[in-house]
């Protein structure tokens, strides 16, 4: 169990983001890259990803700060050098969702890999977020990297800290945005 209190957000919640949080069936689905994965309680990098899409998709910042302990520190590729601290993360959510307006952000991840070891766990991927118009149309995309460092205090597991980056192209000194086939 993710270790977070019901409330009203709760209730208006897709079923992969209350099962990924513990509440109801122990077997649910992440939609990667096109496919399903079927979790169990096991998978924990999989059953944060679809809590974090979720939570996203229906601009939830309950639901995302949820995920996340008092003292994170993130490293985002967006804006800031660093945010310290849930007030912190929690204000860059409600700025981030406030500004899609009608649309939303659909989150999916490819090349999950992650370890757990006692309290700590440790899991990365490849994020690709596509803003949609509330007709359906894809608006546009982009992909980063993420890192997530996650502990388990008290029966709930927390992300700790989060790192997300994309490489820089040498030439124009962008960032790479848009995965080529490896």
Same mark, same amino acid.
């Given at each position: 169990?993710?270790?977070?209190?019901?409330?009203?957000?709760?209730?208006?919640?897709?079923?992969?983001?209350?099962? @990924?949080?513990?509440?109801?069936?122990?077997?649910?689905?992440?939609?990667?890259?096109? /496919?399903?994965? /079927?979790?169990?309680? !096991?998978?924990?990098?999989?059953?944060?990803?679809?809590?974090?899409? %979720?939570?996203? /998709?229906?601009? &939830?910042?309950?639901?995302?700060?949820?995920?996340?302990?008092?003292?994170?520190?993130?490293?985002?590729?967006?804006?800031?050098?660093?945010?310290? =601290?849930?007030? @912190?993360?929690? +204000?860059?959510?409600? =700025?981030?969702?406030?500004?899609?307006? &009608?649309?939303?952000?659909?989150?999916?991840?490819?090349?999950?890999? !992650?370890?757990?070891? =006692?309290?700590?766990?440790?899991?990365?991927?490849?994020?690709?977020?596509?803003? $949609?118009?509330?007709? =359906?149309?894809?608006?546009?995309?982009?992909?980063?990297?993420?890192?997530?460092?996650?502990?388990?205090?008290?029966?709930?597991?927390? $992300? $700790?800290?989060?790192?997300?980056?994309?490489?820089? +192209?040498?030439? !124009?000194?962008?960032? $790479?945005?848009? /995965?080529? %086939?490896?």
């Amino acid at each position: 169990m993710m270790g977070v209190e019901t409330s009203s957000w709760q209730r208006r919640l897709p079923a992969a983001s209350a099962a @990924a949080l513990g509440w109801g069936s122990p077997f649910y689905s992440l939609a990667v890259k096109g /496919r399903f994965t /079927r979790m169990d309680e !096991s998978n924990l990098f999989l059953r944060v990803l679809a809590a974090y899409s %979720d939570a996203v /998709r229906v601009k &939830d910042v309950d639901a995302f700060t949820a995920l996340y302990d008092q003292d994170i520190h993130v490293f985002d590729m967006w804006g800031t050098w660093s945010l310290r =601290g849930l007030a @912190a993360w929690r +204000d860059m959510a409600a =700025g981030w969702f406030s500004s899609l307006g &009608d649309e939303c952000v659909v989150v999916t991840s490819d090349d999950e890999s !992650s370890a757990v070891a =006692g309290a700590l766990a440790i899991g990365h991927a490849v994020l690709t977020y596509t803003e $949609i118009a509330p007709d =359906g149309t894809k608006l546009r995309s982009l992909s980063n990297r993420v890192t997530m460092a996650l502990r388990k205090t008290g029966g709930s597991w927390k $992300i $700790i800290h989060e790192h997300t980056s994309a490489p820089i +192209d040498h030439q !124009s000194q962008q960032a $790479i945005l848009h /995965r080529s %086939d490896d």
